[in-house]
């Protein structure tokens, strides 16, 4: 059995991870830290979701840098502010017992001008979403020419989030001697362009579980229903999880507004989360969820994407995604770090055919009940 120590992670790192109850590498990670350490190459890494992708390359990165060195080394591209701040408060949960490595997280709906302050105190890495990353550059309050390291964290999401210019000139940007490392549960065919354009053509690759991109310890469900009736189905099916933290899927902002409005008039401690709201709001949700003060989140695709809370027991798609790979992302909010989780699908009866197709392209198994 493969340790950390085997992997080449140093003991001022495993340290922290034994706090944090990481002591046996998950697959991608045995796979992806020895090649990350050892070689100098651009590296494609994809895994189901929830299989600790942000350590297998956030530990080879703090291995990486010189903390004695006060320039950016490594820079972290990820689409949502919230992933931005969650990887950046793990690389700094991971440095609890290292030397001094600073980490500082930018993206946009806070005040740039704190964010150039701390930048220019001495910063070693940064996690960033495209957006902010861009201001921050034209305001020349970042200096990229030291990264040596770039990861792109769901790249296929920040391109459908509309983000390709700003990543092709972040790209663009970034010097020759760095390299371009890609991790993501999903590798669809628009990111192809990306990597053929960005990275070198030996990029290393490693697929866990290739022909499986959903975790296998997610169980899948649907049930049908009228349209009318959806809602009190929700209900009973919320009553046989009482007590657990889950979060429920609808496509739009007004359809996450009504429904969270309809849970609370319920008693249920639900709270919405989408794009539309100011950074403090989302950061109290988010902060109340993952402190399970909220008990449901309701949500839009783009803001959880990424999103890791402990022990969520289940998933629902109140509205099903309208495209195949967010039922992979979606459904991974649940069943994180081998635990087991719910995904369950509210649909009417002309819905019923969408659902098979999720089943079929995603190779999964659907249970009616
Ligand atoms: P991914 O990016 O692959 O979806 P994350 O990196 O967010 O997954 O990790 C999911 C959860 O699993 C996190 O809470 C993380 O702390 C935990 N985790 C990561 N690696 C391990 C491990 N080797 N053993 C146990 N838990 C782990
Ligand atoms: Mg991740």
Not at 338 to 347: A, E, H, L, Y
Request: proline share 3%; aromatic share 8%.
């Amino acid at each position: 059995m493969a340790t950390f120590k085997d992997l080449g992670i140093s003991e001022q790192f495993i340290k922290a991870l034994t706090e944090l109850k990481i002591t046996e590498p998950s697959e991608i990670q045995k796979k992806a830290i020895p090649y990350l350490l050892n070689n100098n190459s651009d590296f494609i890494g994809q895994a189901q979701t929830g299989t600790g992708k942000t350590a297998a390359f956030g530990l080879p990165i703090l291995e990486k840098v010189d903390p004695n060195d006060n320039n950016i080394q490594a820079l972290i591209l990820a689409p949502t502010r919230e992933l931005c701040q969650q990887i950046a408060k793990k690389l700094f949960k991971f440095t609890k017992y290292s030397e001094k490595i600073f980490v500082e997280a930018i993206y946009g709906g806070e005040k740039i001008e704190i964010q150039m302050r701390n930048l220019a105190k001495p910063t070693q890495i940064v996690v960033a979403t495209p957006g902010r990353l861009i201001d921050l550059l034209e305001r020349k309050a970042i200096d990229l020419s030291f990264v040596q390291t770039l990861v792109l964290d769901e790249a296929d999401e920040m391109l459908s989030m509309g983000f390709k210019q700003e990543l092709d000139t972040i790209l663009k940007m970034i010097s020759l001697q760095c390299f371009t490392w890609l991790f993501s549960a999903t590798l669809p065919d628009e990111l192809k362009l990306l990597v053929e354009k960005y990275l070198s053509e030996d990029a290393h690759k490693i697929q866990v579980n290739k022909n499986d991109v959903v975790n296998k310890l997610i169980v899948h469900q649907y049930f049908v229903s009228a349209p009318n009736l959806k809602f009190e189905y929700l209900l009973q099916f919320l009553k046989t999880q009482p007590k657990m933290n889950g979060i429920i899927f609808c496509r739009t902002k007004a359809q996450v507004q009504t429904l969270t409005k309809q849970l609370i008039a319920k008693n249920i401690a639900a709270d919405a989360l989408h794009g539309d709201l100011e950074q403090r709001d989302r950061d109290k949700v988010m902060r109340a969820f993952k402190n399970h003060k909220v008990q449901i989140l309701v949500a839009t695709d783009i803001s959880a994407r990424g999103i890791d809370v402990d022990n969520l027991a289940y998933v629902v798609h109140y509205v099903l995604p309208d495209q195949i790979e967010y039922y992979t992302h979606r459904s991974g909010r649940t069943a994180r770090a081998g635990k087991r989780g719910i995904s369950i699908c509210f649909v009417s009866p002309d819905e019923v055919k969408k659902v098979k197709v999720i089943e079929r392209t995603l190779n999964l198994n659907f249970h009616k009940i």
